[in-house]
């Protein structure tokens, strides 16, 4: 069988909390603990790490998330597995990276990304479209997925509007659909590049008023992209913070 796939790598020394090779021995679930409030401070990246056929759901736990493992024929919980995992905290600088429910609907984020609901190009079943400003999914970066709602293999395509159209495959009913998920996007230079530039709202690589606009538009919609001062809340006290980063420019 041939399929496409995207790959990203993280070294150790990157500062993310992550391992790999990390053991469940006996029983279908367990607990990888977080810093901060899961789903809420950042998301978790984690996959299966044994030679099996397996996939790896994570959903936020309070202070961590619990991981489950499913084997990829017929979507039955393991109970022996592995599993490798990087946690991507919404304060690292200059990241695009959230939570989307099964409806499409952003749970938590960072980085000025929108949702919305679509059609697979192809075959025509639903697909979660992630748009991120200035981002062009056919050649500029990868997305990394985990699904956060059971059994579901997830996967995403380059839309032919430059977007990113994400699925799950339910291993139970074997279909694909809308899922739940936790995402990070990957550009292709490495997560580094542009974070020093939170006045460049909308990732053009220019500072001007359609940031202000691009930041005015999140603010008023509430989006966590918009809490620049990082107090977890959206107030005014975050638009004053962004007009002294848009003054200052890169």
């Known amino acids: 069988m041939n399929a496409d796939f995207a790959v990203a790598y993280f070294p150790t020394d990157a500062g993310f909390d992550q391992a790999g090779d990390v053991q469940v021995f006996s029983g279908e679930t367990t607990e990888q603990p977080v810093d901060g409030t899961a789903g809420v401070d950042g998301v978790i990246i984690a996959i299966n790490w044994d030679n099996n056929n397996r996939i790896v759901s994570a959903a936020p736990n309070g202070s961590s998330y619990t991981l489950a493992a499913f084997e990829a024929s ?71 997925l985990t699904g956060t709602d059971g059994p579901f293999a997830m996967a995403w395509e380059a839309g032919e509007d430059g977007t990113f159209e994400v699925a799950g495959f339910d291993l139970v009913n074997e279909n694909p659909g809308q899922t739940g998920f936790n995402f990070v996007y990957v550009p292709y230079e490495g997560l580094a590049a542009g974070e020093d530039c939170i006045a460049d709202f909308n990732g053009d690589d220019t500072v001007n008023t359609q940031d202000v606009l691009a930041f005015l538009n999140a603010w008023n919609n509430g989006d966590p992209s918009a809490d620049i001062n990082g107090d977890g809340s959206v107030n005014t006290q975050d638009v004053l913070a962004f007009l002294n980063l848009w003054n200052a420019g890169c």
């Open 74 to 144: 017929g979507g039955a919980p393991s109970n022996d597995w592995d599993y490798g995992y990087v946690h991507f905290p919404y304060s690292t600088p200059g990241i695009v990276a959230g939570q989307i429910d099964a409806s499409g609907n952003t749970v938590s984020g960072t980085g000025g990304f929108s949702v919305s609901s679509g059609t697979d190009q192809t075959f025509g079943f639903p697909v979660t479209k992630i748009t991120v400003p200035g981002v062009d999914s056919r050649t500029d970066g990868v997305l990394m």
